[in-house]
């Protein structure tokens, strides 16, 4: 039971921003990937433990319920982005968890070059061309390093923007970025983000 029809690849959401994959590439039906399974695309609305059955609500159809019995029930419900902790994270940030947010994000990355390319005052145009990414886990830096890619491979069909005054800034509240990494590996990463003209 899932309210999407599809697995998304969220490990290679990224590079949806920067075009160096196609979406179709992250996305696999559920339906395929299990074709022995009895997939249904519903809400669950309640679990019922004494007579061990799932109650679903199709989505897009208040009436329509279905119970489904059960001899073993797994919840896997996921995760959700905790904004709580940085106050002003929330109103100012961009999610990225699903696809939609990836095209969000892309979008809003064009958008700002065309901005850049007719902007005259020098400290507005430096604000449209600054990007923060917090978080110096695999998301954050994979996320950083596309968009550096991105925004400096892009300005090269701006006539007014040289990828000089592009800034992308990954921050970081540890005393290193991907700390599941083995320090070697990790000071390497920095090192290579550094000289693709990262912040760090």
């Given at each position: 039971v899932s309210r999407e029809n599809f697995f998304l690849s969220q490990p290679m959401l990224s590079e949806v921003v920067s075009g160096s994959i196609e979406p179709p590439h992250i996305v696999n039906?559920?339906?395929?990937?299990?074709?022995?399974?009895?997939?249904?695309?519903?809400?669950?609305?309640?679990?019922?433990?004494?007579?061990r059955e799932v109650v679903i609500n199709y989505l897009g159809d208040?009436?329509?319920?279905?119970h489904i019995p059960y001899d073993h029930?797994?919840?896997?419900?996921?995760?959700?982005?905790?904004?709580?902790?940085?106050?002003?994270?929330?109103?100012?940030a961009f999610p990225f968890k699903t696809l939609g947010d990836a095209f969000s994000l892309r979008n809003h990355l064009i958008g700002v070059l065309e901005q850049a390319e007719v902007e005259t005052h020098p400290q507005e145009k430096s604000e449209l061309l600054t990007f923060?990414?917090?978080g110096g886990g695999y998301t954050g830096v994979e996320v950083a390093a596309e968009i550096n890619d991105f925004m400096r491979e892009a300005a090269k069909s701006y006539?007014?923007?040289?990828?000089?005054?592009?800034?992308?800034?990954?921050?970081?509240?540890?005393?290193r970025i991907?700390?599941?990494?083995?320090?070697?590996?990790?000071?390497?990463?920095?090192?290579?983000?550094?000289?693709?003209?990262?912040e760090i």
């Amino acid at each position: 039971v899932s309210r999407e029809n599809f697995f998304l690849s969220q490990p290679m959401l990224s590079e949806v921003v920067s075009g160096s994959i196609e979406p179709p590439h992250i996305v696999n039906p559920i339906r395929r990937l299990l074709p022995r399974a009895s997939f249904h695309q519903a809400e669950i609305e309640s679990v019922d433990a004494d007579s061990r059955e799932v109650v679903i609500n199709y989505l897009g159809d208040n009436t329509h319920y279905d119970h489904i019995p059960y001899d073993h029930l797994v919840v896997a419900v996921g995760s959700s982005t905790d904004f709580s902790s940085l106050p002003g994270m929330a109103e100012h940030a961009f999610p990225f968890k699903t696809l939609g947010d990836a095209f969000s994000l892309r979008n809003h990355l064009i958008g700002v070059l065309e901005q850049a390319e007719v902007e005259t005052h020098p400290q507005e145009k430096s604000e449209l061309l600054t990007f923060v990414v917090a978080g110096g886990g695999y998301t954050g830096v994979e996320v950083a390093a596309e968009i550096n890619d991105f925004m400096r491979e892009a300005a090269k069909s701006y006539r007014n923007i040289d990828a000089k005054e592009i800034r992308v800034i990954l921050l970081h509240s540890g005393n290193r970025i991907l700390p599941v990494l083995p320090d070697k590996l990790a000071e390497f990463s920095h090192r290579v983000l550094e000289r693709r003209g990262l912040e760090i």
